[in-house]
């Protein structure tokens, strides 16, 4: 009889122990949340202004300069072609707001 409690009361022992486990991971798992979205927020704001439909004004030059040079011999003749081309483009584009329908 005295056995059968001492196996009883050491289950119990378990059971409160496993619950007092459970009990902190469940609440250092809010604390982890709120530490990984401040994470996030850190990172977005390092990034700058996010993006606005209503507020998106853009405008964009891009320069292409390419350059080649071909050199050809043939029979004691070596001629030698350069040619450069350069590109330019310029313009802007505005984006809208989105509306619903």
Known sequence: MFMRKIRGQSTL???I????????LIAMGIYMKRGYEG???ESTDQIG????AGNTTSSYTT????????TVSS?????TTITQ???DKTGSESVAALSAQ
Request: no cysteine.
């Open 13 to 15: 022992e378990y059971v």
């Open 17 to 24: 122990l496993v619950g007092f486990v459970v009990a902190a």
């Open 39 to 41: 994470r996030i927020k």
């Open 49 to 52: 202004q996010q993006y606005s």
């Open 63 to 70: 320069i292409s300069n390419v350059a080649q040079s071909e």
């Open 75 to 79: 029979g004691g003749v070596t001629l």
């Open 85 to 87: 081309n350069q590109q």
